[in-house]
């Protein structure tokens, strides 16, 4: 569990940053725990809340120009919080990525 204590102990952050700073990853645990795996369905892909709507749909749409109202009215069963959810999941996919240099004259695919 996360406390303001343990992560202000050695930071030069002040309390109410540290617990605004508690607050948000409270509320990003919330948010990814609507991201769900389950074998069975969409072979195991990413979904929200175990419905057959996956996270890459959601973000295809946002990705080709849909207002996060237009999807909500597309798909009835999402709730703003899963279009919110679908984006960290991306967000804390690309940022442990790890950056290689490309080599000069290497064959790619």
């Known amino acids: 569990m996360w406390s303001a204590r343990k992560i202000c102990a050695n930071s030069t952050r002040t309390p109410i940053d540290c617990i605004l700073f508690c607050r948000r990853q409270a509320r990003w645990r919330f948010l990814l725990q609507r991201i769900t795996f389950k074998k069975d369905v969409l072979n195991g892909k990413p979904t929200l809340r175990g419905l057959r709507i996956s996270v890459e749909i ?4 946002l990705t080709k120009g849909a207002s996060r109202q ?3 009215e597309d798909y009835p069963d999402l709730e703003p919080e899963d279009i919110q959810a679908a984006l960290l999941y991306a967000h804390h996919l690309v940022t442990g990525e790890t950056i290689f240099d490309r080599i000069k004259g290497a064959i790619c695919c």
């Open 58 to 61: 959601v973000l295809e749409l």
């Open 70 to 72: 237009e999807i909500l």
